[in-house]
């Protein structure tokens, strides 16, 4: 009798450690996806930097004056947040939003976060644009 009740001890002991196992197993899933996800950011980041965000805003409007300003946010645990806004005053519409789009496809590593568009009233197709574009990069 007390071998019986001690093989079913046994028994819900080991399905108890092969749900624990399939657990850690599902973490440890989990864990390396999240390090595929911040390998790829890492390589990205080097990618496209603020002075080629810059270029490819000018190439687009040439003549038009691009202000830029950088922000950045330290998030902890060797990360960053970087956040570039740009400034375009009396710009082609058309073209700038054709870069925008092109970038917001090639993401990561910059991520279009805001846009301000204001018409202008002197130049028909042209406009006053604000974009901040924001990416995920490794400290320093």
Same mark, same amino acid.
Not at 2 to 23: G, N, P
Not at 76 to 101: I, M, Q, S
Not at 105 to 129: F, K, Y
């Given at each position: 009798?007390?071998?019986?009740?001690?093989?079913?001890?046994?028994?819900?002991?080991?399905?108890?450690?092969?749900?624990?196992? &399939?657990?850690?197993?599902?973490?440890? &899933?989990?864990?390396?996806?999240?390090?595929?996800?911040?390998?790829?950011?890492?390589? /990205?980041?080097? /990618?496209?930097?603020?002075?080629?965000?810059?270029?490819?805003?000018? /190439?687009?409007?040439?003549?038009?004056?691009?202000?830029?300003?950088?922000?950045?946010?330290?998030?902890?645990?060797?990360?960053?947040?970087?956040?570039?806004?740009?400034?375009?005053?009396?710009?082609?519409?058309?073209?700038?939003?054709?870069?925008?789009?092109?970038? &917001?496809?090639?993401?990561?590593?910059?991520?279009?976060?805001?846009?301000?568009?204001?018409?202008?009233?002197?130049?028909?197709?042209?406009?006053?644009?604000?974009?901040?574009?924001?990416?995920?990069?490794? &400290?320093?």
């Amino acid at each position: 009798m007390k071998t019986v009740a001690m093989l079913r001890a046994r028994a819900v002991q080991c399905r108890d450690r092969l749900q624990q196992l &399939e657990q850690l197993q599902m973490i440890e &899933e989990r864990s390396q996806r999240a390090e595929g996800a911040r390998a790829m950011v890492r390589a /990205a980041a080097g /990618a496209a930097g603020e002075a080629d965000l810059e270029a490819r805003l000018k /190439a687009v409007s040439p003549g038009v004056r691009v202000e830029m300003r950088r922000r950045t946010n330290a998030l902890g645990d060797g990360w960053t947040v970087c956040e570039n806004e740009f400034e375009l005053e009396d710009a082609p519409l058309e073209p700038v939003l054709e870069a925008v789009t092109a970038l &917001e496809q090639e993401r990561p590593p910059w991520r279009l976060s805001a846009c301000d568009i204001r018409a202008s009233a002197s130049t028909p197709g042209n406009g006053h644009v604000v974009l901040i574009l924001t990416r995920l990069q490794p &400290e320093g």
